[in-house]
């Protein structure tokens, strides 16, 4: 099987509303992080286009394990260690690119920006023609099994807080010794730390009455000092991997701005091992530099609905699956 062009599309009125083939409206593409995958991730698309499923051979074959079986049959608890959740979000995001979004919805030209969520920095990276398939793949590998290790040494959690400002999560933090480490929306940050130090700054934020207290399905603490091994580790590797010129804008997670230079590049991606993702920032910076349509691409939804915590008017759509395109399962050529 395969997937036809898009002039072959059959009853697509919902999703041509969306998609405005014809207007001059800038496309932003995000990746997700860790914490959005799930057993099964990406299967639909597997099961339904060879292309598909040659990238996840490629997987395979850089890795020198069976990626596919990890996404499609878990357990849960292997997908979500680093080593494997990384290159699992990197295959998944990277394959609902190419074959959903721009051969399935029609977006002939690549996009006016991408990024990605703290993991997803790298396959925004690896579209944006920074890294080769290949080396984007292993570096997600080698930054998941660094932040593994680092994980095991420090057992760390990750929580995230919805319903205060930044100031009070500051004070949490300052009062529990924990971290803020990612700014999602405005009133929606997440804060990471040890496992004593969250259970405590859990039970405090109940008292502070947030709306939600929600404990995270990673692997550690991400995004804060307790990271610091993995970013040593990491920085090794990547020293002597070349590095190009991005051809689409891409922003950064740690400055929330365009970067360009493939040495700043290098440099920020290992900071933002330790660092909290500015993702408020980075949405911003796609707005103000006119973007108005996103696409999600990878497992999940969870950007999606960030991007309306942060500017209501924003167009956004998850792509991730079969069921994320109406009227996907009218292309498909029967054998």
Not at 66 to 80: M, Q, V, Y
Not at 115 to 144: K, M, N, P, Q, W
Not at 278 to 287: G, H, L, N, Q, S
């Amino acid at each position: 099987m395969h997937f036809n062009s898009v002039n072959n599309i059959k009853n697509l009125d919902s999703i041509q509303n969306f998609l405005s083939i014809n207007s001059m409206a800038k496309v932003g593409i995000i990746f997700p992080g860790q914490g959005s995958q799930f057993v099964g991730m990406g299967k639909s698309l597997y099961d339904n286009d060879i292309i598909v499923r040659e990238h996840f051979k490629a997987a395979n074959r850089v890795l020198g394990y069976d990626l596919a079986s990890i996404c499609f049959n878990g357990p849960l608890e292997r997908l979500t260690e680093s080593r494997f959740c990384q290159p699992a979000l990197f295959i998944h995001a990277y394959v609902s690119y190419l074959m959903v979004m721009m051969e399935i919805c029609g977006i002939e030209n690549p996009p006016d920006v991408i990024f990605g969520l703290s993991v997803g920095e790298i396959i925004a990276l690896t579209i944006a023609g920074v890294l080769s398939f290949d080396a984007g793949l292993r570096l997600v590998e080698r930054r998941g099994i660094y932040m593994q290790e680092a994980c095991q040494e420090t057992k760390g959690k990750m929580v995230a807080l919805v319903g205060n400002s930044r100031k009070e999560v500051e004070i949490l933090c300052k009062i529990t010794d924990v971290y803020i480490s990612n700014f999602n929306a405005p009133d929606q940050m997440v804060i990471s730390g040890g496992a004593k130090e969250i259970d405590k700054a859990i039970d405090i934020a109940k008292k502070m009455k947030f709306s939600k207290v929600i404990e995270l399905n990673v692997a550690g603490a991400f995004h804060s000092p307790l990271m610091e091994s993995a970013k040593i580790r990491f920085k090794k590797y990547i020293k002597d991997i070349e590095f190009n010129e991005p051809k689409i804008n891409i922003i950064s997670n740690v400055t929330g701005k365009f970067m360009k230079d493939p040495d700043e590049i290098k440099s920020l991606l290992c900071e933002q091992i330790v660092s909290e993702v500015r993702w408020v920032d980075c949405m911003k910076t796609a707005i103000d530099h006119g973007v108005s349509k996103f696409y999600q691409c990878g497992p999940g939804k969870t950007l999606v609905k960030l991007a309306k915590r942060i500017d209501k008017n924003v167009m956004v759509k998850a792509v991730g699956e079969v069921s994320d395109v109406p009227g996907l399962p009218y292309v498909l050529d029967t054998p």
